[in-house]
């Protein structure tokens, strides 16, 4: 059962805390990541491009001259498409890229990602991170006391001052522990745990 140190808000030992084997030390596959980050990925795209066709755009449906005779091309109705305003031939319609991976799938890649943070050293475990008002500058100095620039910190409850006080801080973001994901967890250097969450994420991964 692996074990890592917990600090305080200026990075000193307040204890120790053991994790669980299997949430925290599994094998760590890059196809099963991959598979479930590009699927996070697909359910944010908007898939609203699109365009309107022959049939779509409004129009009279008379033929515009007469077939022969005019020494013109051969014209159908306005709404043909080399005319302007006409419709598109092959434009795109509205689509929906979203698709879904197995739950056991989607939960092991949960367990992967928070075990490659601990296997990398890039995982942090905090007994809190209070705030006494909402102020960007005091989150910014406890963030260079702790020397990172690039961090996800995971909290178990709302907490608004630290909400608050981190959004236009760049290469960090706070979340919530029922939101954790694989995509966030990755994309930052560093996993900030609150020892509170962990619990949390224990109790949601349990086989």
């Known amino acids: 059962m692996p074990a890592v140190d917990v600090k305080n808000i200026k990075g000193k030992k307040v204890t120790s805390i053991d994790l669980v084997e ?25 898939g609203t491009a699109s365009v309107k066709h022959r049939s779509d755009v409004k129009g009279s449906t008379r033929k515009l001259f007469r077939q022969k005779g005019t020494g013109r091309a051969r014209r159908g109705d306005i709404k043909a498409p080399l005319l302007r305003g006409g419709g598109v031939v092959f434009g795109p319609d509205g689509r929906r890229y979203a698709f879904k991976v197995p739950k ?21 475990v905090l007994d809190k991170f209070e705030l006494k ?25 709302k907490n608004e001052n630290l ?45």
């Open 104 to 124: 056991k799938v989607s939960k092991l890649a949960l367990k992967m990602a928070l075990s490659s943070k601990l296997q990398a050293n890039e995982l942090i």
């Open 133 to 157: 008002q909402i102020k960007t500058k005091d989150f910014v100095e406890l963030l260079t006391g702790l020397n990172l620039t690039n961090a996800l910190i995971v909290t178990a409850e």
């Open 22 to 46: 299997n949430i925290f030390n599994v094998p760590v596959k890059s196809s099963v990541l991959h598979e479930v980050v590009t699927m996070q990925l697909a359910n944010r795209r908007a």
């Open 163 to 207: 909400e608050l006080s981190s959004r236009n801080v760049p290469d960090i973001k706070v979340l919530r522990g029922e939101g954790l994901n694989v995509y966030d967890i990755l994309k930052y250097k560093t996993l900030i745990l609150l020892e509170p969450v962990i619990k949390n994420i224990e109790g949601r991964l349990v086989a």
